[in-house]
């Protein structure tokens, strides 16, 4: 369905100051259409090469643009469908939204997501999914949602009980609650000068000798003196976490004590702090 809808000529997006909107006003003209009005307003641009290289699925579709308008598969009925399933995508992406609003929390210290277990499993099949995709794009970053299959397993392995990982995040399943937290694989390598962004969504202020890395499992065992065993994530959700370091000594992880370190600032993507609001922001 996503896939196949058409650009948003309107969408909001919920920046870290606020809302904003990216504005598509051309998505409706022709390519004669468009180069009339490039050419009228003296507008330079490029050819891009790959839209007639036969090495690229969509060349060799447009390719055979004329045998399809031959049987009604005309631009014009393309794009009308598009418009049609985009209506639908905004509808699902709604309820998807509404659901997440339920049965959804973020944890602004861990860059976490909890969701309800019981919720999860009452949903309908697509906004599952949706809703899950979503999840693992808030926490792991990446633009697209996982390929429907690998996506589709691991919803039911979460419905049965278990867990996984996908999309450069951890997801385990308790008695009550669904987590979804940063797979520490997906950070291990990720090194960041204090007050840099790290990971795409933290900053850590700090000394200039030291650097922000995951805590893994050695800064996991140098805390055990001074983390709050009380409101510390366990261990695996803990991970994947940002971390002061002195080359090999930690200096401080705030989500493990948050008295010891000063300056954690977390920016999850895109501005959106919720994931309903970040499910709308597509």
């Known amino acids: 369905m996503d896939g196949l809808a058409a650009m948003a000529p309107l969408r909001?997006?919920?920046?870290?100051r606020g809302p904003w909107h990216v504005v598509r006003p051309c998505l409706s003209m022709g390519r004669e259409e468009l180069r009339h009005y490039v050419r009228t307003l003296q507008v330079p641009w490029a050819e891009d090469p790959t839209n007639r290289d036969p090495a690229y699925e969509r060349a060799r579709i447009r390719a055979q643009s004329a045998a399809l308008a031959a049987v009604g598969l005309d631009t014009a009925a393309l794009a009308a469908t598009a418009t049609r399933l985009a209506r639908s995508k905004e509808a699902l992406s709604l309820r998807a939204a509404e659901a997440a609003a339920r049965i959804v929390e973020t944890e602004p210290r861990t860059g976490a997501?909890?969701?309800?277990?019981?919720?999860?499993?009452?949903?309908?099949?697509?906004?599952q999914l949706r809703l899950l995709g979503g999840a693992l794009r808030w926490v792991g970053g990446a633009e697209y949602a996982p390929r429907s299959v690998p996506l589709e397993a691991l919803a039911d392995r979460l419905l049965a009980g278990g867990g996984g990982t996908l999309a450069g995040c951890d997801v385990t399943c308790g008695r009550e609650v669904i987590h979804v937290f940063r797979e520490y694989a997906a950070v291990a390598?990720?090194?960041a000068a204090?007050?840099?962004?790290?990971?795409g969504r933290w900053r850590l202020a700090g000394p200039?000798?030291?650097?922000?890395r995951a805590l893994g499992q050695p800064g996991w065992e140098q805390a055990l003196p001074w983390r709050d065993a009380d409101t510390a994530p366990p261990h695996r959700r803990a991970l994947g976490?940002?971390?002061?370091?002195?080359?090999?000594?930690?200096?401080a992880c705030p989500a493990l004590a948050p008295g010891s370190a000063e300056g954690l600032s977390f920016h999850p993507p895109r501005g959106a702090m919720t994931l309903d609001a970040f499910l709308l922001s597509d």
């Open 12 to 16: 909001r997006v919920e920046g870290a």
């Open 189 to 191: 390598d990720h090194v």
């Open 208 to 212: 200039d000798r030291a650097e922000v």
């Open 113 to 127: 997501l909890r969701i309800g277990r019981d919720g999860f499993a009452a949903l309908d099949r697509d906004t």
């Open 194 to 199: 204090p007050g840099a962004l790290w990971d």
């Open 241 to 251: 976490l940002p971390a002061l370091w002195d080359g090999g000594t930690l200096l």
